[in-house]
């Protein structure tokens, strides 16, 4: 009986010591998807100002990808450190970002505006590798 004891005794011991690798793990799988959701706005939006025609969306790719990116990130960081004052520090940052980045956003826009730089309307059509080039060929019909 006795022998029985020791033995469940010694199987809860191991898994309280096995337990805390698990949400370790969880914890850390859980930041890097933060991480990689972050990183993947970013290029979207790095995308986004390399594609899109004129300044207006340009900036409107660059300002909401960049703080929803680094959002994500940050908040990977915060998960990957658990509860300590560098988390602490990466909340207030986080923070500072999320109210600083749109409103940066929207003076630099309004500031553009207001020198008289026009936004693109009507539809736009993207130019081809040719037209960029200037090897555009004339049609002779």
Aim: with cysteine; glycine share 8%; proline share 4%.
């Amino acid at each position: 009986m006795s022998a029985l004891l020791i033995m469940a005794a010694a199987d809860t011991a191991n898994a309280a010591v096995h337990a805390p690798d698990i949400l370790t793990t969880i914890r850390n799988v859980v930041a890097i998807i933060c991480m990689i959701s972050g990183l993947f706005f970013i290029l979207g939006g790095t995308l986004g100002v390399l594609r899109l025609p004129d300044f207006f969306t340009r900036l409107h790719a660059a300002g909401m990808t960049d703080t929803l990116g680094a959002e994500l990130i940050l908040l990977g960081l915060i998960v990957q450190e658990g509860f300590t004052q560098l988390s602490l520090k990466f909340l207030f940052v986080s923070l500072f970002l999320l109210l600083t980045s749109p409103t940066a956003t929207h003076a630099v826009a309004n500031a553009a505006y207001q020198a008289g730089l026009k936004p693109l309307l009507g539809r736009y059509k993207a130019p081809s590798p040719s037209e960029i080039d200037g090897t555009a060929k004339e049609d002779d019909h």
